[in-house]
Nanobody, 124 residues
Framework: QVQLVESGGGSVQAGGSLRLSCAVS??????????LGWFRQAPGKEREEVAT???????SYDDSVKGRFPISRDNAKRSLYLQMISLKPEDTAMYYC????????????????WGQGTQVTVSS
């Protein structure tokens, strides 16, 4: 079983920055074999994909965060990051990291492992 623990959430004003981290526990698979992603769910809305990064470093972003939320990973530290800049009130949500062995799934519901989430609140 793989465990994911997010950190770095908090409350900021619009225009501010936060850096989310996700620590991934060890298992028998090499960390760089995993596709990793950040997802978010705002109150009353469905969970949506924010950004993903494959084992080879290929990234994809939702249009709403492109250019503002670079995703990165440190395979040696078994960690995933989301640098959030120019935050907007509409970025307010619970942010979750997820991991999936192999290729990045097309559907978020296929991700095998999920963290508990970290809250990000952006005030205007």
């Amino acid at each position: 079983q793989v465990q994911l623990v997010e950190s770095g959430g908090g409350s900021v004003q619009a225009g501010g920055s936060l850096r989310l981290s996700c620590a991934v526990s060890k298992n028998y698979l090499s960390f760089n074999y995993y596709c990793l992603g950040w997802f978010r769910q705002a109150p009353g809305k469905e969970r949506e994909e924010v950004a993903t990064i494959s084992g080879t470093g290929s990234t994809s972003y939702d249009d709403s965060v492109k250019g503002r939320f670079p995703i990165s990973r440190d395979n040696a530290k078994r960690s995933l990051y989301l640098q959030m800049i120019s935050l907007k009130p509409e970025d307010t949500a619970m942010y979750y990291c997820a991991a999936h062995p192999g290729s990045c799934p097309k559907n978020q519901y296929e991700y095998r492992y999920w963290g508990q989430g970290t809250q990000v609140t952006v005030s205007s």
